[in-house]
Each structure stands twice: as C-alpha cells, then as structure tokens.
C-alpha cells in the first residue's frame, strides 16, 4: 500500500528566510495530495490540497509543487514569519474513486525566530 | 456552522480502565474518521466509516480499541483496556465528499493514561 515519508522532521528558520519540506510517496496512482498546519493545542487545519493536473500551486506566504515524476510533494515557505510556527503533515489520498482515508507523513515542526 | 466537535479534550486513566472519547462531525458530512497522533509515529488511522458502515481500520489496533457510529451525527471511541502506551492525542474528522478532498479534524481528545 501507499507509504509517506516526510522530512526533515525538524527545521528552525529566521524570520524572512525560506523553508522547504518534501514528502514522498510510493503509489504512482495517488492522485490527491495535502498540506495541512497543526498549531500548539488545535486540529489540524487544510492548508492547500493539490490533485494530479495541478504541478504548483500557491497560497498566502508558501508555494506547493507536486512532482509526480519523482513522487515528491513539497512545501516551501516563504518569507517565514513566527505565525508560520507549527507543525506541518503531508497527506495522501491513495485511491481515485474514493473509499479510502488519508495517509499521512510524520510531520515537520516548524520554528520560525524573530 | 459548527466544526468536528470532540470530548472530552483531556483525559486522564488508570492503566485497565475503559474510556469512551466522543465526536460530532460537521453535520451534514458523510466520512468519519479517528486518528491517533504521537509524535514519534505521526497520525496512524484508527477508522474510517462513510454513511455509518466501516470502511477501513488500522489492522494494529483491532483487539482493544473500538469505534462505533451510533448515528450519522455522533461516533464514538472505546478504549478497553487501556494501557500506558495508549497515550495520545486521538483526533476525529470528517468529510463532506467521497474523494475526501476536503477533511476537516477537530481539536482532539488528549488521553494520559497511568
């Protein structure tokens, strides 16, 4: 079955600079993808949701590529700021039709420094 | 428009003990899903049910752990018997869709057990 790594598991940034997390997958047949944000004592909250026709997205502050050659989704922060403080998961929905649940990367803890 | 509503938000159980975590999902959401989310295995899937039948469950955590859709606005989680290594945040969410593009978590149940 599908299977997700995400790294790196820890990334400590300055306020301003960029930060970049990349997850892999296995299944070449996924074909809906996620980047959701945990912050301290709350759910998890959608951040941007990529599907296989779409290579890059942006969004307010960070910018999705899906790299379905490779079977790589990453997230690049830009410009970070300490609210982008949190931990950030990966999520793949390994089946097209539906009927399966979310498989998840172990996640990133983001810290972002004045 | 109420979100993934979960109680209680802590827990706290002697090693034996049966706990009952609840969850209401967003009205109107036909998917429901239990996750357990620590920090070194990420978020590992407890249960899937779509319009109340189970659809897919974490093959690991078959013998002490149970969740049950009373009805399409309410699921709940038994834990019996618990043990030290249970303790987690046990997050519940649910979808409005089939393709589960969109996924919405609640704050989630964090359970001590001692």
């Known amino acids: 079955g599908e299977q997700v790594e995400q790294r790196p598991p820890h990334l400590s940034v300055r306020e301003g600079d960029s930060a970049v997390i990349i997850c892999t997958y296995t299944?070449?047949?996924?074909?809906?993808f996620f980047w959701y944000k945990q912050e301290p004592g709350a759910g998890l909250q959608l951040l941007m949701k990529?599907?296989?026709?779409?290579e890059i997205n942006e969004g307010q502050g960070f910018t999705v590529l899906l790299n379905k050659k490779d079977k790589q989704l990453s997230l690049n922060l830009t410009a970070a700021h300490p609210g982008d403080s949190a931990v950030y998961f990966c999520?793949?929905?390994?089946?097209?039709?539906?009927?399966?649940?979310?498989?998840f990367g172990t996640g990133t803890t983001v810290s972002v420094s004045p | 428009d109420a979100g993934v509503t979960q109680t209680p938000r802590h827990e706290v159980a002697e090693k034996g003990q049966t706990i009952i975590l609840k969850c209401e999902p967003v009205?109107?959401?036909?998917?429901l899903f239990w996750y357990r989310q620590t920090k070194i295995q990420g978020l590992e899937l407890l249960s899937y049910?779509?319009?109340?039948?189970?659809?897919?469950d974490g093959g690991a955590f078959k013998d002490r752990f149970k969740a049950e859709m009373l009805n399409s606005s309410f699921s709940t989680l038994k834990i019996q018997p618990t043990e030290p290594k249970d303790s987690a945040v046990y997050l519940c969410?649910?979808?409005?869709?089939?393709?589960?593009?969109?996924?919405?978590f609640g704050k989630g149940t964090r359970l001590t057990v001692v």
């Open positions: 990529v599907f296989s026709s779409t």
């Open positions: 049910f779509r319009s109340k039948s189970l659809m897919e």
């Open positions: 009205s109107g959401h036909n998917d």
């Open positions: 969410a649910s979808s409005p869709d089939r393709a589960n593009t969109e996924v919405f």
């Open positions: 999520a793949v929905n390994p089946a097209y039709q539906g009927g399966r649940a979310l498989i």
């Open positions: 299944d070449p047949n996924s074909y809906y």
